[in-house]
């Protein structure tokens, strides 16, 4: 997983870098963020905070908080990839397109891989969600999906999580600083 985040950061690093170098080079045409990306921020910090509490759930072996929350966390991660998608289009409407100017150009790819990323959390947040309904048949209980002594993958599904969240709230910061 580390080895995973680390090649993430890099490439991002890599995105970001050469965002820059491009924008000194002239030709960069400014403009303001959807106020979409504003909400969608919030949704995803949101996100954070209800797996922290679906994790301490999973780990004090409380199965219907731990549903519920991981359930919550799942919706706002689709809503946040939902409103992304609602700002690119509201950046159309400005006539920033992807095969225009640089600056949209970049700010598309980089947003679209970063919400590439969220829907492969997304994907992770489905599979522990079903394994966690397996769990609502009481003859079902010997079946220990949810096990608060094995938590393993959750560790990972909530460290891969909130990071996607952190890095988020770094490119959030990054495209209002470098428009």
Known sequence: MWLGIGSIIMMFAGFTSAYIVRR????????????LFWVSTVV???SSITLYIAHKAFKS???????LFLGITLLLGLGFVGLQYAGWKELMGYGILLE???SGAFL??????????VLGGILFL????IKSLRNLDPVKKLMQDINPEKTLGVDIMATYWHFVDILWI???VFFLYYR
Request: aromatic share 20%; hydrophobic share 45%.
């Open 24 to 35: 000194a080079g002239g030709n960069w045409v400014e403009y303001k963020l959807p106020d």
């Open 108 to 117: 598309y790819v980089i947003s679209g891989m970063h919400a590439a990323h």
């Open 170 to 172: 770094y490119l959030f």
């Open 126 to 129: 489905v599979i522990f969600f």
């Open 100 to 102: 225009g100017n640089p």
């Open 61 to 67: 072996d409380n199965r219907q908080r731990y549903r």
């Open 44 to 46: 995803i910090l949101l």
